[in-house]
């Protein structure tokens, strides 16, 4: 954790944070280095100078007693939870647990104990190296929390005070949603991305089922790959079954409908959900900008991934519609982006030239 961009970020990112506090706020802070101790105790966060006093005195050394850190500022957490209050522990971790509790199982079935309490958790991600994104994004998920990544000061001041309500406060807990296509348009489809988030379909409607949780203000965008009626999907030639009928159509298909979308989700505080839904007619409309750029990141994302569904994808085509559908950049992550995807070219071009050498 002593790289500059571990613990330094973590302690400037913190400070930020700090900043946004009024008296309501309270806040503990707990480390796990070696051993697990209460640098901070519970703090009124009008109180700005002791708390910043705390995250400047913070040190990296010694080994990383994860388990034991998580179990005390749950514990904490717990003393400090107050009927119509959000409480949380937010976990800053490089990844690295190696003492104590330190398979993901035993992490994972630590944290869905705690979570019962009605103390939700997220996860900061900081450095390289040790980090695993899927280590993290499991455990904040499972504590009915959310995960981020934290590479720079900018990207800090995005989660922990731009999008603060989002990441700290959870308004629906175990969301589901469902897609549906009607067969009359569609022959097949495919979710890009989200492979660790597909569910069973008979799940959807089983509340004992663990989700995905949506914090204020955040939005979510699922794209699919779909194969229009008619159209022969590559490498699944058709074939008539000797046992088997074509499916039956229900009379809904019949119409202008395209595709049913259905949510299901839990009040943070309630144990059953409620499911609402939408239909999307057959009516084509113009790209958003939103959705247009959210398809870039998606192309560029299976480049990086090396997809064998990348199909014609480049990244001068992500370079290019990331640049058309840039929209309203005022905080300038979507710059930000394009910038990283014209490296990604670069580099790509470069890589065959050394490999040559």
Not at 48 to 53: L, N, S
Not at 130 to 144: F, V
């Amino acid at each position: 954790m002593e790289a500059p961009n571990k613990l330094p970020l973590l302690q400037r990112s913190l400070a930020a944070l700090t900043e946004t506090l009024t008296e309501r706020d309270r806040v503990a802070i707990v480390v796990y280095a070696g051993a697990s101790g209460l640098v901070l105790p519970p703090t009124s966060g009008r109180d700005k100078a002791q708390i910043t006093a705390a995250l400047d005195r913070l040190e990296a050394g010694g080994s990383t007693n994860g388990g034991a850190g998580i179990e005390l500022a749950y514990s904490i957490a717990s003393e400090l939870a107050r009927p119509g209050s959000s409480t949380r522990v937010v976990l800053a971790t490089d990844g690295d647990f190696n003492v104590g509790v330190t398979s993901q199982d035993a992490l994972v079935r630590l944290i869905e104990r705690e979570r019962q309490s009605g103390v939700f958790l997220s996860v900061l991600g900081v450095g390289t190296g040790n980090l695993k994104d899927s280590t993290m994004e499991q455990l904040a998920g499972k504590g009915n929390g959310n995960y981020a990544y934290l590479d720079s000061l900018h990207e800090a001041r995005k989660v922990l005070v731009r999008e603060l309500g989002g990441t700290l406060d959870t308004i629906a807990k175990d969301v589901k949603i469902q897609v549906e296509f009607n067969p009359l348009s569609v022959d097949g489809y495919r979710l890009i991305g989200y492979e660790n988030r597909v569910m069973a379909n008979e799940d959807f409607n089983d509340d004992t089922k663990d989700a995905g949780d949506i914090g204020a203000g955040h939005s979510v965008t699922a794209l699919y790959e779909i194969v229009p009626k008619g159209t022969r999907t590559p490498g699944t030639p058709r074939s008539g079954l000797k046992y088997q009928r074509e499916p039956r159509i229900a009379p809904a298909a019949r119409g202008d409908e395209l595709l049913t979308v259905a949510v299901r989700f839990k009040q943070p505080d309630a144990d059953e959900s409620r499911r609402v839904s939408a239909t999307m007619l057959r009516s084509p409309r113009p790209m958003t900008a939103n959705l247009g750029f959210a398809s870039a990141v998606a192309e560029f994302g299976m480049l990086l991934r090396g997809s064998p569904h990348a199909g014609r994808a480049s990244y001068g085509s992500v370079i290019e519609r990331a640049r058309r559908y840039a929209g309203d950049d005022r905080d300038g992550y979507r710059t930000e982006f394009i910038r990283i995807a014209e490296r990604a070219a670069e580099l790509a071009v470069e890589r065959p030239r050394r490999e040559s050498q």
